[in-house]
C-alpha cells in the first residue's frame, strides 16, 4: 500500500481558501486517492475522491498532477466549523479495499 | 438506514477482563473494518473482512479477534484486556472507496 505524507498542521482564517498537499510518491498504477475529514470524538467522513486531474464536489476540489504522486485538497472560503484533521489515503479499491490512515493534517481556522 | 452502529460507546475494563465491541451496518456492505485511534494519532486497521466467513488481519491485529457470520455484523473481541488497548474504536463499511464510519467505542483498561 502507497505510503502518504501530509504536513502535520495547518492554519488559516475564515473566508479564505486552504489547499492542504499529500504526497503518494509510490502510488499504483490502479490506486485511487480519496480524502477524510475528521471531528473531535467522531468517525471519519468521506469528502472526495479522485484518480487524475481534477475533481469537483459540492464541498471541495481535489487537484491531481499526471504523475499523481501527490494530490491537493482545496477547501474554499473555509469557516470554523472546518476545524478538523484530514486525512489522504491512497488504495485500489480491489480485493481487500483496505484503507491505511496516516496521522492527517490538522487544519486550524480561526476567526 | 441507521448506517454503522457501535454499542457500547463507553466501556472501562479490568485488566484481564474480556469483551466484545459490537458493529453492524444496514447498508449490505460486504466489505467492514476494525480501526483504533489513540489520542492524537491517525487510525490504524486491526482488522477487515471482505464477507460473511472472511476476515484477515490489518496493521495492529495481536489481542484481538474477529468473526463475520452475517453481512450485518462484525463484532470485535478483546481477550484479557491491557491497558495498551485504551483507545476509541471505529468500525466502518464500504462498498466500494467510500467507507461509512460508526460513532466509535471510547474504551478505557485500568
Known amino acids: 500500500l502507497a505510503k502518504t505524507t501530509q504536513p502535520i498542521s495547518m492554519d488559516s482564517y475564515e473566508g479564505q481558501e486552504v489547499n492542504i498537499t499529500c504526497s503518494h510518491n509510490?502510488?499504483?498504477?490502479?490506486?485511487?486517492i480519496t480524502w477524510y475529514q475528521q471531528f473531535p470524538s467522531q468517525g471519519p467522513r468521506f469528502i472526495i475522491q479522485?484518480?487524475?486531474t481534477k475533481v469537483t464536489n459540492e464541498v471541495a476540489s481535489l487537484f491531481i498532477p499526471a504523475d499523481r504522486k501527490s494530490s491537493t485538497l482545496s477547501l474554499p472560503r473555509v469557516s470554523l466549523s472546518d476545524t478538523a484533521v484530514y486525512y489522504c489515503?491512497?488504495?485500489?479499491?480491489?480485493?481487500?479495499?483496505?484503507?491505511?490512515f496516516g496521522t492527517g493534517t490538522l487544519l486550524a481556522v480561526q476567526p | 438506514n441507521a448506517g454503522v452502529t457501535q454499542t457500547p460507546k463507553f466501556r472501562i475494563l479490568k485488566i484481564g477482563q474480556s469483551m466484545t465491541l459490537q458493529c453492524t451496518q444496514d447498508?449490505?456492505?460486504?466489505?467492514m473494518y476494525w480501526y483504533r485511534q489513540d489520542p492524537g494519532m491517525g487510525l490504524k486497521l486491526i482488522y477487515y473482512?471482505?464477507?460473511?466467513?472472511?476476515?484477515d488481519k490489518g496493521e495492529v491485529p495481536n489481542g484481538y479477534n474477529v468473526s463475520r457470520s452475517t453481512t450485518e455484523d462484525f463484532p470485535l473481541r478483546l481477550e484479557l484486556a491491557a491497558p495498551s488497548q485504551t483507545s476509541v474504536y471505529f468500525c466502518?463499511?464500504?462498498?466500494?472507496?467510500?467507507?461509512?464510519f460508526g460513532p466509535g467505542t471510547r474504551l478505557t483498561v485500568t
Open positions: 466502518a463499511s464500504t462498498q466500494s472507496y467510500e467507507q461509512y
Open positions: 509510490n502510488i499504483a498504477t490502479n490506486d485511487y
Open positions: 479522485g484518480y487524475k
Open positions: 489515503l491512497v488504495g485500489d479499491g480491489g480485493a481487500t479495499n483496505k484503507l491505511i
Open positions: 447498508m449490505n456492505h460486504n466489505y
Open positions: 473482512s471482505v464477507g460473511a466467513g472472511i476476515t
